[in-house]
T-cell receptor, first 113, second 112 residues
Framework: KQEVTQIPAALSVPEGENLVLNCSFTDSAIYNLQWFRQDPGKGLTSLLL?????REQTSGRLNASLDKSSGRSTLYIAASQPGDSATYLC????????????FGKGTRLHILP | DAGVTQSPTHLIKTRGQQVTLRCSPKSGHDTVSWYQQALGQGPQFIFQ???????QRGNFPDRFSGHQFPNYSSELNVNALLLGDSALYLCASSRGGHGEQYFGPGTRLTVT
């Protein structure tokens, strides 16, 4: 059964710092991994999608990496801003005999002005 | 492009009642997935619909059922509501089951 873990559960950093959010999954037979952002009480906004054959994806100040063999992904945020404050979720699609989309519990990020 | 839309935005129901939530996918998308998100938790996969059939199902009881229409829009039905069904219900659409998921704003269901 696929399980997704995100560490840390919460993180506070001063504005301007670079930071890394971690995501791990137990079954490496995934189709893809997606990072989302969620503001309080709102839906999810897709940030980056990494296909299983890819190692990383970049969008602006965001960079996501994927290491399937070790079951890990990281989301790197450069030069953090107060507007980056949100919950960040990772989700994996697929696994051995399991094609469901499984989310982690998220990391609550607070950027201090 | 309107993106994924959901209705209603908020809903209050009483225990034992039934509820129907609606979702319209992003233009060009043929697959709809439903999720339940309790406070402070990640979304939990309920089921996925493709070509008007349930393609995948998460660990949810039969009280949760769904439907997909020929225009790819979808409904989530929950019968015999329990207090524990109170949550944010999210709909996501994609092009195929493994495509990038685009989420709607969600429906906040409160069961009293």
């Amino acid at each position: 059964k696929q399980e997704v873990t995100q560490i840390p559960a919460a993180l506070s950093v001063p504005e301007g710092e670079n930071l890394v959010l971690n995501c791990s999954f137990t079954d490496s037979a995934i189709y893809n991994l997606q990072w989302f952002r969620q503001d309080p009480g709102k839906g999810l906004t897709s940030l980056l999608l990494i296909q299983s054959s890819q190692r990383e994806q970049t969008s602006g100040r965001l960079n996501a990496s994927l290491d399937k063999s070790s079951g890990r992904s990281t989301l790197y945020i450069a030069a953090s801003q107060p507007g980056d404050s949100a919950t960040y979720l990772c989700a994996v699609t697929g696994g051995i005999r399991d094609d469901k989309i499984i989310f982690g519990k998220g990391t609550r990020l607070h950027i201090l002005p | 492009d309107a993106g994924v839309t959901q209705s209603p935005t908020h809903l209050i129901k009483t225990r034992g009642q039934q509820v129907t939530l609606r979702c319209s996918p992003k233009s060009g998308h043929d697959t709809v997935s439903w999720y339940q998100q309790a406070l402070g938790q990640g979304p939990q996969f309920i089921f996925q619909y493709y070509e008007e059939e349930e393609r995948q199902r998460g660990n949810f009881p039969d009280r949760f059922s769904g439907h997909q229409f020929p225009n790819y829009s979808s409904e989530l039905n929950v019968n015999a509501l329990l207090l524990g069904d109170s949550a944010l219900y999210l709909c996501a659409s994609s092009r195929g089951g493994h495509g990038e998921q685009y989420f709607g704003p969600g429906t906040r269901l409160t069961v009293t």
